[in-house]
C-alpha cells in the first residue's frame, strides 16, 4: 500500500513542477552575495517597422521619397500654369442644373465662343472636367460628372473641334470650387470645368 501512496506522490510531485515551473521565480545571487528574486520576463517582441532601442520602441517613420515629392511639386506647378493659360484664353466653365448633364442656353453660348477660340487655336488642347455638388454618393457623382464633361465635349466636337484635341475627367465632388452649403455654392460646383493643357 505504501508503494502506490509513494508512486502516486511522486508523479503529483512532478506534475505540481511541470505544472507551475514556467511561473516560478528564479534566485540569483548579485555580486554583494545577497540574493534576490526576478520574475522570468518574455523574450521582447518587435513589429516590422519597428526598431527596439534599450527597451524602448522606436517607430521608424516612413519619409516620402525625394522623387515623390518633386512630382507632386512639378504637378502643382503645372496645374497653376495650365489655370492661367485658361484665364488668359477667356475660355468659360458650363454650369448645369442639379442632377442634370444637359447644356443650358447660357453653356451654349460660352460653349460657342471657346469653340471659336479652339479653331483659331489649333495646336491648342484641353481637358474638360466634370464637377458636382456635394450632394449624392460618391459613385453616383462620379458617373454624373463624366456625363457633363462629355455633354461639353460633344459640343464642342458638333462645332467642328477635334475630338483628339479634349481629354474627359471627372471628379465627382471631389473638388469643389465652392465649400459653403448652400444653393449658391452647389451652383459653382456643378460645372464642365475647363483646362488649358500646357503640355
Known sequence: MSRVYRGTGVVVAV????????????TLEGTSGSKTTEQAKPAPVTLPGEERVADEI?????????????????RTQEMQMEQAATTKAGLEDVFF???????????????????????????????IEGHCDER????????????????????????????????????????????????DCYQQNRRGHLVLRVK
Open 136 to 183: 449624392g454618393t460618391q459613385a453616383y457623382n462620379l458617373v454624373l460628372g463624366e456625363k457633363r464633361a462629355k455633354a461639353v465635349r460633344s459640343y464642342l466636337v458638333d462645332l467642328g473641334v477635334d475630338a483628339k484635341r479634349l481629354a474627359v475627367t471627372s471628379y465627382g465632388k471631389d473638388r469643389p470650387f465652392c465649400r459653403e452649403h448652400n444653393e
Open 58 to 74: 522606436v517607430v521608424a517613420k516612413a519619409e516620402p521619397s525625394s522623387e515623390a515629392a518633386q512630382a507632386s511639386k512639378q
Open 97 to 127: 442644373a442639379f442632377d442634370s448633364w444637359q447644356i443650358k442656353d447660357e453653356g451654349k453660348q460660352a460653349l460657342n465662343v471657346n469653340g471659336q477660340w479652339l479653331k483659331a487655336n489649333e495646336g491648342k488642347s484641353l481637358t
Open 15 to 26: 506534475g505540481c513542477l511541470l505544472l507551475f515551473a514556467p511561473g516560478c521565480s528564479k
